[in-house]
């Protein structure tokens, strides 16, 4: 089946979708995104998502294109079209089409709105029984990484070097070797005592909407949460750690660099946190048909 892409106003398909280009997305990467899980037909935590957009664009002085209301009917219709259960939803706003000037263009300028939809298959068993390893790298993003910018061509250089080194992942580590977050997730820790560790919101990391529901997850649980900057080197005599991300959800993490954590298997404590998700959103009702 064809994939199913929203354009502008159009649903188009995924191969014909195109957007113009002087769109400022593509010119000087001015816009925003947001990525939402949809599982059983579920927007999971779309409104969270929505909040996060909204600010986004705040902070970037780039419009809305429609109300909440009327995008999230494109989301699901989006959904809908591409006929899957499970997957992700992607949506990217930018400032729109203009002339090529640094200065944002007239006010008249109309935001530009893309939407597409994709299956994902689930991450096989034995990755979530082995864990991941992540390798650190030197934190080189500008510093409103609160805005879920569609510029990540930082994030990807790092990525692409976890690639090359065989990890799942590359957690970056500012100027005074805290770990800030990872190239697409968010990083924690468990320490001796079981507590939860992870980086409090502020503009060195993005505010994952995975990490918001797990924090209140576990705080449900009366499990002791502290959100601190954690070091690299406090990282590698943790406990455990894990990394949380709309895709991977909650994953242990058993090797950092070349260091391996514990008995280099997944912590009781992560997977117990990786069952408490799941079955959040397994509660969720069907969202759309």
Not at 179 to 185: C, L, Q
Not at 208 to 233: N, Y
Request: charged share 25%; proline share 4%.
């Amino acid at each position: 089946m064809s994939r199913i892409a929203y354009v502008n106003g159009r649903y188009l398909p995924h191969g014909a979708a195109s957007v113009h280009i002087e769109d400022r997305g593509y010119q000087f990467a001015d816009g925003v995104y947001e990525v939402i899980a949809v599982r059983d037909g579920v927007l999971i935590d779309g409104d969270w998502h929505m909040e996060r957009l909204q600010r986004s664009l705040s902070e970037l002085q780039i419009g809305m294109p429609m109300s909440v209301t009327a995008l999230n009917v494109v989301l699901r219709e989006t959904a809908r079209r591409n006929r899957f259960r499970e997957g992700i939803v992607y949506l990217q706003i930018s400032r729109g089409v203009a002339r090529r000037d640094h200065p944002f263009p007239s006010a008249d300028t109309r935001p530009a709105l893309v939407v597409t939809a994709r299956r994902t298959p689930p991450l096989a068993a034995k990755i979530i029984d082995a864990g991941v390893s992540v390798i650190s790298q030197p934190d080189i993003r500008w510093d409103r990484c609160d805005i879920k910018s569609i510029s990540l061509l930082p994030n990807v250089l790092v990525k692409q070097a976890a690639r090359v080194q065989g990890a799942f992942e590359a957690w970056q580590v500012d100027g005074d070797g805290f770990v800030t977050e990872g190239a697409s997730t968010n990083a924690w820790i468990i320490n001796g005592d079981g507590h939860l560790i992870t980086r409090p919101v502020e503009n060195a990391i993005l505010n994952g909407i995975t990490r918001r529901r797990l924090l209140a997850l576990a705080k449900q649980q009366g499990i002791t949460v502290v959100e601190r900057p954690f070091s690299l080197a406090e990282a590698k005599s943790a406990r455990e750690a894990f990394l949380t991300s709309t895709t991977a959800f909650v994953l242990p993490v058993v090797r950092i660099d070349e260091t391996v954590l514990g008995n280099g298997r997944p912590g009781s404590r992560t997977l117990s946190l990786r069952q408490l998700y799941m079955e959040f959103m397994a509660e969720k009702e069907t969202d759309f048909d």
